[in-house]
């Protein structure tokens, strides 16, 4: 099973930006962000697909992006425009490449990293 670590979280006031990232320890087909906030149910964030391929959540589109670096196998999450309705725990998660194409087009990702905390002051 791959191994996730993430990195960049912190705190920043409403409307400001931070930047996420998630080195994995090998190949991955597919990855992504989901976030839990206390409290509430796990939301998936955004996915990406070794093709390049993106899905975002309503919630975030047009303020979040996600990309990749094959080379470094590494994931970033570049989040602008943050609200206090952002602020929660964020992860990195992948799955298996089955996995990845059963569930095309969706954020329900299963195995995660340990997280990396986003609070959004107001």
């Known amino acids: 099973q791959v191994q996730l670590v993430e990195s960049g979280g912190g705190s920043v006031q409403s409307g400001g930006s931070l930047r996420l990232s998630c080195a994995a320890s090998g190949y991955t087909y597919c990855m992504g962000w989901f976030r839990q906030a206390p409290g509430k149910e796990r939301e998936g964030v955004a996915r990406?697909?070794?093709?390049?391929?993106?899905t975002y959540a309503d919630s975030v589109k047009g303020r979040f992006t996600i990309s990749q670096d094959k080379a470094k196998n590494t994931l970033y999450l570049e989040m602008n425009s943050l609200k206090p309705e952002d602020t929660a725990m964020y992860y990195c998660?992948?799955?298996?490449?089955?996995?990845?194409?059963?569930?095309?087009?969706?954020?329900?990702?299963?195995?995660r990293g340990q997280g990396t905390q986003v609070t959004v002051s107001s």
């Open positions: 990406i697909n070794s093709d390049g391929t993106t």
């Open positions: 998660a992948t799955d298996t490449s089955f996995w990845c194409r059963l569930v095309a087009g969706t954020l329900a990702l299963r195995n």
